[in-house]
């Protein structure tokens, strides 16, 4: 309902831009801005990477991990759709990835009760696995700066990995967010445990891959400025906006 009252539409992609013109929208109201979601990634980056305390406090806050210095598998892990089988043969992966000893993992758990028992109950006291509460955005940005590797079915961390080089494998079988998958920073695994463990064993073989940004370069809330100045017939606000 929204969409079909709304005078103008952000689109984050082109693909998503190719959406809306299949459902009717005008061109004229469609501008494609990239993701604000890649703009706070940055700018959340770039406090990380400027604040020694901040810096300090990570660091202090994840010794173990930086000490073990294995390469690191970064898994989250929490939709509707992975629970029940399909979350014991995701977990099943992490324990034979765990038994491997090649890598160590780091899973922040999910507050859902029913995912976290089971994760606890699976993983937990494997060598090399850390199992952490719920984190903050500023913990997983860091956490994901110093991975190898991300297993996940979140869309949101799908569209920030590839910024930051993260190569990315999904437990789904489909994504909403299928440019990451289209520009090869992501790759769609399900959760069955022997393609999990064919990817990541691949993942590992292969060159670490440089930063994308199929969801934007981080400066869509400036453009998106532009758009509503040009709109309303006067300025708009802009602080610590980033020119297009």
Not at 22 to 47: F, K, P, Q, W, Y
Not at 69 to 86: F, K, S, V, W
Not at 158 to 176: D, I, N, Q, W, Y
Not at 178 to 198: F, Q, S, W
Request: aromatic content about 4%; hydrophobic content about 50%; proline content about 7%.
């Amino acid at each position: 309902m929204i969409g079909a009252l709304a005078s103008l539409h952000f689109a984050p992609t082109e693909r998503a831009a190719a959406a809306l013109r299949a459902e009717g929208v005008a061109e004229s109201a469609i501008h494609v801005t990239g993701n604000t979601g890649i703009d706070a990634l940055m700018a959340s980056v770039a406090r990380l990477g400027s604040t020694p305390l901040l810096q300090y406090a990570m660091a202090a806050r994840f010794a173990p991990i930086l000490a073990d210095g294995r390469p690191l598998l970064l898994a989250t892990i929490h939709r509707r759709e992975n629970q029940g089988a399909r979350l014991g043969a995701i977990s099943a992966a992490l324990a034979a990835i765990a038994g491997q000893g090649r890598m160590q993992i780091v899973m922040p758990l999910h507050p859902n009760p029913r995912v976290k028992a089971h994760f606890k109950a699976r993983l937990a006291g494997l060598p090399g696995v850390h199992l952490l509460p719920a984190i903050s955005h500023a913990e997983m940005l860091w956490l994901m700066q110093r991975a190898r590797l991300l297993l996940t079915d979140s869309g949101g961390l799908m569209e920030e990995a590839p910024a930051l080089g993260l190569r990315t494998l999904v437990a789904r079988k489909c994504s909403e967010r299928p440019e990451a998958v289209d520009c090869g920073a992501a790759t769609l695994v399900g959760h069955r445990t022997n393609v999990i463990l064919e990817a990541v064993a691949a993942a590992l073989a292969g060159p670490p891959i440089p930063p994308m940004f199929p969801f934007g370069d981080g400066r869509a809330a400036w453009r998106i400025a532009n758009h509503l100045e040009a709109a309303l017939g006067r300025p708009v606000e802009r602080r610590a906006l980033q020119p297009a």
